[in-house]
């Protein structure tokens, strides 16, 4: 009992207040320094994920065609930060008649958008901060092949999205080649993994 008497008088444990002020100052430094590399990093990731699910969206609905022998579209609704992409497919077809052609679909309204009776949509509400401009509003994927039905009837460069960052220093566009796979590109701002478009 008395050694613990002699060591607990002898030395103090903990920080002076010095010391803490020096500790809190340091840290405030670095936190400034890294936020906006914090920043640049999120803006850069929200706009890339955002490209991916357009990418993935685009691959399930050419697939879902060519898996069940029947057109796809693929439609986007809104521009700007309020935006949805959707797929609808076309309508089982009776006996004795062929497949016709999808309708178009209105992501904004609850099960509107079906394929293999799933809800397939993505838009601004998965990917906040991130905007779209379209140059197609529709591009439908025939079922055969799984190529774009208007790549040789209609406009085939009016078939790329156009994802903006929040900041607007990163645009990402997603371009659809007539045989219906999805490629992106940089368009503004250096984006590690995508190419200048």
């Known amino acids: 009992m008395r050694a613990m008497q002699r060591q607990s008088g002898t030395a103090q444990d903990g920080f002076t207040l010095l010391e803490l002020m020096v500790a809190v100052a340091v840290f405030i430094v670095l936190s400034a320094l890294a936020a906006p590399s914090f920043i640049t990093?999120?803006?850069?990731?929200?706009?890339?994920?955002?490209?991916?699910?357009?990418?993935?969206?685009?691959?399930?609905?050419?697939?879902?065609?060519?898996?069940?022998?029947?057109?796809?579209?693929?439609?986007?609704?809104?521009?700007?930060?309020?935006?949805?992409l959707g797929a609808n497919q076309a309508a089982t077809p009776t006996v004795g008649s062929q497949t016709g052609a999808p309708v178009a679909c209105d992501c904004t309204q609850a099960s509107a958008c079906m394929v293999d009776s799933r809800e397939m949509v993505i838009g601004n509400v998965q990917h906040p901060g991130v905007t779209l401009s379209s140059a197609a509003s529709e591009l439908v994927f025939d079922g055969r092949l799984g190529a774009r039905s208007d790549a040789f009837t209609g406009d085939a460069d009016a078939s790329s999205f156009d994802l903006t960052s929040q900041s607007g220093r990163y645009v990402l566009t997603v371009s659809v080649s007539p045989l219906g796979q999805a490629s992106v590109c940089s368009k503004s701002g250096n984006i590690l993994g995508y190419p200048t478009c």
Do not use: E, H, M, P
């Not at 994920?49 to 693929?74: M, T, Y």
């Open 41 to 84: 990093y999120l803006d850069k990731a929200r706009v890339r994920g955002a490209a991916d699910s357009v990418v993935n969206q685009i691959g399930q609905a050419r697939q879902v065609a060519v898996k069940f022998d029947r057109s796809v579209s693929l439609s986007t609704t809104g521009t700007g930060a309020t935006w949805c």
